[in-house]
């Protein structure tokens, strides 16, 4: 075996003085910023009324309402309860796919090397932006305003939040796809929209697909939770149940809820293994 050779420390520090003579600044920025977090968590604890006594006094309220939602039982409701469920599955199913529609074309707008130009693309970001930065709950709000409740503006809520995440997803998918495809398509006399169609789209829409199935399972808990605001489905059956302190039928409206998401959650699982497969096949 080889003796190691000795390492020579001043000669290490002359070459990378930046690594063993950092500034005081750059030593103390770390626990800088440790402190200010702290601070900041501290501060908002006190700012927002925080009570280690009430939280734990409030613990023994909990296991009592734990304890009469046992045993699930939706009385004589159950076909009024599976039909708002119903209505919760088509709200994200509808909603979803809206979103996806309507996202596509704008999302091509957005990439990078589809408009090249950043003064046409930048008002189509900020766009997306905007409106995704607005939450479902909200939206919802705003659309039972002005259509009225009912799962028709759950549909909506759905769709316009959905629209504006879709849009920068799908965007970045397409900014990610390799560009080989296209330049063959465009060496060999092909349009703009033939590069889209055919150089784009088809290495992007396996992505698109799985991105828009788990939406559709996330979708579904945000329709429930829009649905107590007015918008209908489960989520209105849940908080008129909570309203009257039926917790049984509370307890099983959550039980059906759960089930449906880990349904959803199954299929679209093995929808996007086999998007997956077909796409690493071709």
Do not use: C
Not at 89 to 105: C, D, E
């Amino acid at each position: 075996m080889t003796k190691p050779q000795a390492v020579d420390t001043r000669e290490l520090r002359a070459r990378y003085p930046d690594v063993f003579d950092r500034p005081a600044s750059a030593r103390l920025a770390t626990p800088a910023m440790i402190i200010a977090a702290f601070a900041i968590l501290v501060y908002g604890l006190v700012d927002l009324d925080f009570s280690p006594s009430r939280f734990f006094a409030g613990l023994s309220q909990l296991g009592w309402i734990t304890l009469m939602m046992i045993p699930p039982d939706p009385g004589s409701s159950l076909p009024v309860y599976l039909k708002a469920l119903g209505e919760t599955l088509s709200i994200a199913l509808l909603g979803t796919t809206l979103a996806a529609v309507f996202a596509l074309p704008v999302s091509l707008l957005a990439a990078r090397n589809v408009v090249p130009s950043k003064l046409l693309r930048f008002p189509v970001r900020r766009f997306l932006d905007s409106i995704r930065g607005v939450d479902t709950l909200i939206w919802a709000l705003v659309w039972i305003n002005v259509v009225g409740l009912g799962p028709f503006a759950g549909v909506l809520a759905i769709a316009v939040s959905d629209f504006g995440a879709f849009g920068k997803l799908f965007s970045e998918a397409i900014e990610g796809a390799d560009q080989k495809q296209v330049e063959g398509i465009r060496a060999s006399g092909g349009s703009a929209l033939h590069e889209i169609r055919f150089g784009l789209l088809p290495q992007v829409l396996p992505v698109i697909a799985g991105q828009v199935l788990y939406f559709i399972e996330s979708n579904t808990r945000s329709a429930t939770i829009i649905g107590i605001v007015g918008a209908g489905g489960i989520g209105l059956q849940l908080a008129e149940q909570i309203r009257v302190l039926e917790w049984q039928k509370v307890s099983f409206l959550i039980l059906m809820t759960l089930v449906a998401v880990a349904a959803i959650d199954f299929i679209s699982g093995k929808l996007r293994f086999a998007i997956i497969g077909r796409r690493a096949v071709a």
